[in-house]
């Protein structure tokens, strides 16, 4: 029996177990390109918000505290409290509609945005903003992991990363002609509210999101593997209270804790890299700064060209390479995150020893293609072994966890630089010693997560799945 209210099963049949029908190549990569495009926005969106920091700041009249607020923990606390009920509409309700909502939702409240006449609207607007774009990823994995075999499903991740990349290359290109043209447009009233220059970007950024809204409503919506008799599944005809309780996330973290053995390596391995992973990225700059003597002009240039030139080549060796290993490993997903956490591993720390500017971001560029080649398979192998009756909260813990921990990766380096090392010029010192404790560790989780998760694959298809 497939979990959810009655209701919802109607609307969206599951598939029984045995020889499964998947839907045609077209109708499952007219779904992905419409989530790649949801993706794109989404990303550019906050590359948009980060390059228009110092006009908010300044005509709002905030401190670095407030513009910290907006970029990061309204976001955070927003996702874990409203992110994970939303992740259970896209279990009993077709995932093209509840996307189609979220993307709805967001075009609007983004131009809210444009609409704010003071801070406290404006922080309003951003945590709506993170509501309703939270249920997008766990939305969009689990429907990609039913529109895609398991032996295609990598490559369909791999494709999906074109969203993060667009949105982070063109965001500054095409956000940063916006902004400077913005600069020389003066505030309007407009029905007794006053627009300043740049709010007219929001009010026009929200368009793109209606329209996709409309694309995700033309996907055909796949069906769902019934359950297995002996997976975990959330109870139905209960009371208002049990089904709240169930919104907030409790029976899928019972399923999480129910197989640990697979879930909490990955969710550990996921948790550490990501505080290493964003906060390498954000100490970067002042790293080649402090001890190369490079200024931003020069690293902006450099580094623009390699941070493109690992994601396009860790897409291409992620999906290729995993594919081969599948054939060999039914384990693949894991082995492969694994062996790319390796490389990850030994490329940041060589970095971070490179006697010159350009060996150090070379080095970083491998750690970055590796980064992106394993971000691949990770998410296909949870998308593989999570429930089917709980797939999107279990998908949206696991982000959780690679959202909190990131969040967190600036604060700690800045730590261990202040208290540890004490010295700025010393700044590769807090991150060497933040890579070489954080990244084996993480490295070592997943290689610990291998069996586990090799036997459940093993498990799931002697049951048909």
């Not at 907006?70 to 509840?98: E, T």
């Not at 189609?100 to 444009?114: E, T």
């Not at 006449?117 to 903003?129: E, K, M, P, T, W």
């Not at 959780?400 to 010393?426: H, K, N, R, W």
Request: aromatic share 12%; with cysteine; hydrophobic share 55%.
């Amino acid at each position: 029996m497939a979990g959810g209210s009655p209701v919802a099963v109607r609307a969206n049949p599951a598939i029984a177990t045995g020889e499964r029908v998947w839907p045609s190549s077209g109708a499952a990569y007219w779904a992905l390109f419409v989530i790649v495009l949801a993706t794109f926005l989404t990303f550019f969106d906050a590359v948009l918000f980060g390059m228009l920091a110092e006009r908010i700041k300044a005509d709002f009249g905030l401190n670095d505290a407030q513009l910290g607020f907006l970029a990061g923990p309204a976001s955070i606390i927003c996702y874990f409290f409203i992110g994970i009920p939303m992740a259970r509409l896209a279990d009993i309700y077709p995932r093209k509609y509840v996307l189609a909502a979220g993307a709805g939702i967001v075009g609007v409240i983004i131009s809210l945005g444009g609409l704010a006449q003071n801070f406290g609207q404006f922080v309003a607007s951003r945590v709506f903003l993170a509501a309703g774009g939270s249920a997008h990823a766990p939305a969009s994995y689990s429907l990609l992991a039913d529109a895609f075999p398991p032996q295609k499903l990598t490559r369909a991740f791999a494709l999906l990363q074109f969203g993060f990349i667009g949105g982070t290359t063109l965001g500054p290109v095409i956000g940063g002609m916006l902004v400077v043209a913005a600069a020389g447009w003066g505030a309007s009233e407009v029905m007794g509210l006053r627009i300043l220059g740049w709010q007219w970007i929001l009010l026009l950024l929200g368009l793109p999101s209606l329209l996709v809204a409309g694309l995700f409503l033309t996907i055909r919506e796949p069906g769902r593997l019934a359950p297995a008799a002996d997976t975990p599944q959330p109870p139905t005809g209960v009371s208002l209270g049990r089904q709240i309780v169930t919104f907030m996330g409790w029976d899928a973290a019972k399923a999480i804790h129910a197989n640990g053995r697979v879930y909490y390596p990955l969710f550990g391995a996921l948790a550490l890299s990501a505080v290493e992973v964003f906060g390498l990225q954000f100490w970067r700059v002042p790293f080649l700064i402090r001890t190369f003597g490079w200024n931003e002009a020069q690293i902006g240039a450099a580094l623009s060209l390699t941070v493109l030139i690992a994601s396009l080549s860790g897409l291409a060796l992620g999906g290729v390479f995993v594919e081969w290993l599948a054939k060999r490993h039914k384990d693949a997903n894991v082995r492969a995150a694994c062996i790319f956490f390796a490389g990850t591993t030994v490329s940041t720390i060589t970095a971070l020893l490179m006697p010159s500017a350009w060996g150090s971001l070379i080095a970083f560029g491998f750690a970055g293609m590796f980064g992106m080649a394993g971000a691949v398979p990770q998410n296909a192998a949870i998308q593989r072994v999570a429930p089917n009756a709980m797939r999107g909260q279990v998908t949206a813990f696991y982000l959780f966890m690679f959202t909190f921990f990131g969040a967190m990766g600036s604060f700690v380096i800045g730590l261990v630089a202040e208290y540890v090392v004490g010295d700025p010029a010393q700044l590769w010192r807090a991150l060497l010693m933040t890579a070489g404790t954080l990244l084996p560790l993480a490295t070592f989780l997943m290689f610990k997560a291998i069996r586990p998760y090799g036997e459940e694959v093993a498990r799931l298809e002697a049951l048909g799945q």
